[in-house]
């Protein structure tokens, strides 16, 4: 701000941080302009602890019944791996919101078990307005999709396992 006091400038970012948390937002970002060499640029955001589920845990309580109990460790275990850690991992390039398919109704990009090339689509992130397409990094097979059509992703989370 330049020359003049604003003094609506508090309660103007009071309420856009409202609206964040109302609107269930992670970061709003506004510029309000006042005139010649005047204006209000202001960024409210808030830190999201991403919670995932385990994909693995309905497999690996399935196997019991198939299998001896010492066959259900291994993969009781691999359900525990960080599936950003595994070297078929394909990560969010940018935060914005996830899309499995190109328009709701339409079969999506690559589900388990779908066999992809190397620059195939695999899904689409939307970041303010613009529709990124994300690409497969190599040819082989969808073996996990950790994400949820429609939900918003964060830079470097784990989005889907192509070995």
Do not use: W
Request: proline residues 9%; contains cysteine; aromatic residues 4%.
């Amino acid at each position: 701000m330049a020359k003049n006091s604003h003094d609506g400038d508090v309660a103007f970012v009071k309420a856009l941080a409202e609206v964040l948390k109302s609107n269930d937002l992670t970061e709003l970002e506004v510029m309000r302009e006042y005139g010649q060499d005047d204006s209000l640029n202001v960024r409210v955001s808030k830190q999201v602890n991403v919670v995932q589920q385990a994909v693995a845990a309905p497999v690996a309580a399935a196997a019991p019944a198939a299998a001896a109990p010492s066959a259900a460790a291994p993969a009781a275990a691999a359900g525990n791996d960080d599936p950003s850690q595994h070297p078929g991992a394909v990560t969010s390039p940018m935060v914005g919101t996830c899309y499995l398919q190109a328009e709701p109704g339409t079969p999506p990009f690559a589900a388990v078990g779908d066999k992809v090339t190397e620059g195939q689509t695999l899904l689409i992130i939307e970041a303010m307005k613009t529709m990124n397409h994300i690409p497969a990094p190599k040819s082989g097979t969808v073996k996990r999709v950790l994400v949820e059509d429609g939900t918003p992703v964060e830079f470097g989370a784990p989005l889907m396992i192509v070995e």
